[in-house]
C-alpha cells in the first residue's frame, strides 16, 4: 500500500492524529480505508474520530465500522456485545488496576489469559500459568493498553482453534467465505500458528452449528 506503483500519493510521516488531520487537509479524500494498515491504523481511526477530524473535513469510514472497531478491540464492549446476542464465554473479568486483576485470579485461579485493550496484535499480553508470569504480564498488559485496560479470562489452552471469514454488508446481508482450522491448538498466537481452509477435524453438525452462530 505504500509503493508509489500503487498508491497515488505515499506520505512518509509520524503516525499521530495531529499529522494525519494536515494530510488530510491537504489532500481532501472522500474516504479512509484503516483495516489495510493494522493495529496502527484501526487505533488512529478510533482517534480521529474522537477527535472529531473526520466529522470536520466530511471524510466517511470504509470498511469496517467504527462501532465494531471498539467492540472488537475494547474488551468490555466485546464482552457485552457477546452477551447480548447470547454467546458463551470463559469467566473473565476487564480491569484496570493490578489490584483488581489480583482478586480476580485469587478467586478464579491460574492459568489465565490476559488480553489488553486495543492490542488485537497480543502485545503486551500473554498466559500466565504462574504467580509471577501473572504479575508480569498484568504490568506489561495495563502498560500496553492506550486505555490501561486489560482482559483477564480463563485459558482455554488445548482447544481447537477454528476461523470462519465473513462478509457482511450495510443491510445485514452475509455469507461465510471458508471456515479454517488452526493445526496448533489455542495458546500459539494465529500469527505464528499453521492455517488450513477449510477445516479438517469438524463433523458437519459442528460445522453447521459455527456456521450459523458466526451468521447471527
Known sequence: ????????????????????????DKERPDGILPTLGGQTALNLAVALSDEGVLDKYGVKLLGTPLDTIRKSE?????????????????????????????QFATETGLPLVIRPAYTLGGTGGGIAETWDQFEAIVESGLASSPISQ???????????????????????????????????????????????????????????????????
Not at 500503487?6 to 488530510?24: G, H, M, N, S
Open 1 to 24: 500500500m505504500t509503493d508509489s506503483d500503487i498508491a497515488d500519493k505515499v506520505y512518509i510521516e509520524p503516525l499521530t492524529v495531529e499529522v494525519i488531520d494536515r494530510i488530510i
Open 150 to 216: 486489560i482482559l483477564l479470562e480463563r485459558s482455554l489452552v488445548g482447544w481447537k482453534e477454528i476461523e470462519y471469514e465473513v462478509i457482511r454488508d450495510g443491510a445485514d446481508n452475509c455469507i461465510t467465505i471458508c471456515n479454517m482450522e488452526n493445526l496448533d491448538p489455542m495458546g500459539a498466537h494465529t500469527g505464528d500458528s499453521i492455517v488450513v481452509a477449510p477445516s479438517q477435524t469438524l463433523t458437519d453438525k459442528e460445522y453447521q452449528m459455527l456456521r450459523v452462530r458466526v451468521l447471527r
Open 74 to 102: 475494547d474488551r468490555d464492549f466485546f464482552r457485552s456485545f457477546l452477551h447480548e446476542i447470547g454467546e458463551p464465554e470463559p469467566p473473565n473479568i476487564t480491569v484496570s488496576t493490578a489490584e483488581d486483576a489480583r
